[in-house]
């Protein structure tokens, strides 16, 4: 097991870290007073690699899944609204890719970024007024009518809504068959009945656009339902006939193969609150007064860096910063490499993530004092960009109830396999010729005593499932 790096990837993090320092941090402040689209940064981007067809494929031939949360780290260092502006469009690319034909994905994915040196932008429309995360209330209606489909309903805080050249829209068929009479649609910039609502002005991420989606009897041709129809009528058929397909929705599918990304996200936000506090006070920066004040350690009077109060709770910073990245480097490798996140690792990262960012931001202004509630310091601005990751693409209490239930699925599905094993070995054991059970047979008997003891052990291992 190697946790270090590859060169490639280090040479791609350097890369990454310079485009945020050098392209990125000079317009942030400007982007986030003005709530902007950053339209030349993200060009700037194509031009160094870092946006486009060129950069999706880099991505998805990562063997170790790495490349794509050390670009979410690295440009979130720089400015958060302005990374989710560059990288926004690769959600709908994901929604696209979750549940497009090969000849949807290779038709509508350029739309989403632009060929050469046209820039595209896409949007993922999911969320809705009373149905965030939970997208089993969708309201969204898709209806057939001869060879088009007709589209209503109205979407809330969509990435790039409104201005995106492609968007990806997920609306219910089948209300009555919850996520399961759902469908995904894509409807290009300029469709009749698609239109810009309000436009949302944020606490953070201010260089990122978001806005309703209006959809006004907005028709759609029939082959913009992604997947086809062959697909939707079996996938309705199984719904209805209460089979299971031991999926989930295409838009939670999209979500968990994205949540890695979007934890190590809020870990280059909490990343650049550390950095600065950490240079802040080591060149005589000072620190909270009050609490310099009530210092009464050994260490009290000498500058911050060697106070134990103030290396105490730089080491907590480092140490859960650290902790969070390796959750999301694990949860990334397993999603490239195909391995089940049975017990919510992709969630864990993305809720680690968040809540480090939250609390790393807070910390460093408590460290800083007076000075980190004024917009002359960066630690005000990653405050505010740093809230919204306990928030979208599932809240953080959204995503404890996730890795809870997923948590306790795999426990019951071992503890069920552990009976079963159990079960069989009290079968095949011999018995003595007046009907004594072997050595060895009492442990069996006593480990199942607690669930069921005089009972088959088949009957058990049914009453443990």
Not at 30 to 57: C, F, M
Request: hydrophobic share 40%.
């Amino acid at each position: 097991m190697d946790f270090g790096l590859s060169d490639e990837q280090r040479e791609f993090q350097a890369l990454c870290r310079r485009f945020a320092a050098e392209v990125i941090r000079p317009v942030a402040t400007k982007h986030d007073a003005e709530e902007s689209t950053p339209w030349e940064v993200i060009t700037a981007a194509r031009e160094w690699g870092l946006h486009g067809i060129e950069h999706l494929q880099r991505m998805a031939n990562d063997p170790d899944g790495q490349f794509s949360v050390i670009y979410a780290e690295e440009l979130h260092w720089g400015c958060a609204g302005i990374a989710l502006a560059i990288s926004g469009s690769a959600l709908a690319a994901a929604g696209l890719a979750a549940s497009g034909t090969p000849e949807q994905i290779a038709r509508w994915v350029p739309e989403c970024f632009g060929l050469d040196g046209e820039v595209k932008l896409g949007a993922y429309a999911v969320t809705e007024p009373q149905a965030g995360s939970d997208v089993k209330s969708l309201r969204t209606t898709a209806k057939l009518d001869g060879d088009e489909w007709v589209l209503n309903g109205t979407k809330v805080f969509i990435t790039n809504g409104g201005i995106a050249d492609v968007h990806v829209v997920v609306a219910t068929v089948d209300p009555d068959l919850g996520h399961r009479g759902q469908a995904s649609f894509v409807i290009p910039r300029g469709t009749p009945g698609l239109a810009q609502g309000k436009k949302e002005s944020k606490l953070g991420i201010r260089a990122s656009h978001t806005a309703e989606v209006i959809l006004e009897g907005c028709r759609v041709p029939i082959e913009n339902l992604l997947g086809g129809m062959e697909k939707l009528e079996r996938k309705l058929e199984r719904a209805r006939s209460g089979e299971s397909t031991g999926r989930a929705s295409n838009a939670l599918a999209t979500f968990e193969l994205t949540r890695p990304v979007v934890g190590a996200s809020a870990l280059g936000i909490a990343q650049a609150a550390y950095e600065w506090t950490l240079s802040y006070l080591d060149s005589g920066g000072s620190q909270d007064p009050i609490g310099e004040y009530l210092d009464e350690s050994s260490t009290a009077g000498r500058p911050p860096l060697e106070r134990e109060a103030v290396q105490q709770r730089l080491a907590d910073l480092a140490t859960e910063i650290e902790a969070a990245r390796l959750l999301v480097q694990r949860a990334s490798w397993m999603g490239r490499n195909g391995i089940p996140m049975t017990g919510g690792q992709g969630s864990m990262s993305k809720l680690k993530g968040g809540d480090v960012a939250m609390w790393a931001t807070r910390t460093c202004m408590d460290l800083v004092g007076p000075f980190a509630q004024t917009r002359d310091c960066p630690l005000e601005k990653f405050f505010r960009d740093a809230k919204i990751y306990q928030l979208f693409e599932g809240t953080a209490e959204i995503q404890r109830m996730v890795i809870s239930r997923m948590q306790a699925t795999e426990y019951r599905e071992r503890f069920k396999q552990g009976v079963e094993v159990a079960a069989k070995a009290i079968q095949s054991a011999p018995s003595s010729s007046n009907g004594a059970r072997a050595p060895g047979d009492g442990a069996v008997a006593v480990a199942g005593s607690e669930n069921g003891a005089g009972r088959p052990a088949e009957e058990r291992a049914t009453t443990a499932a």
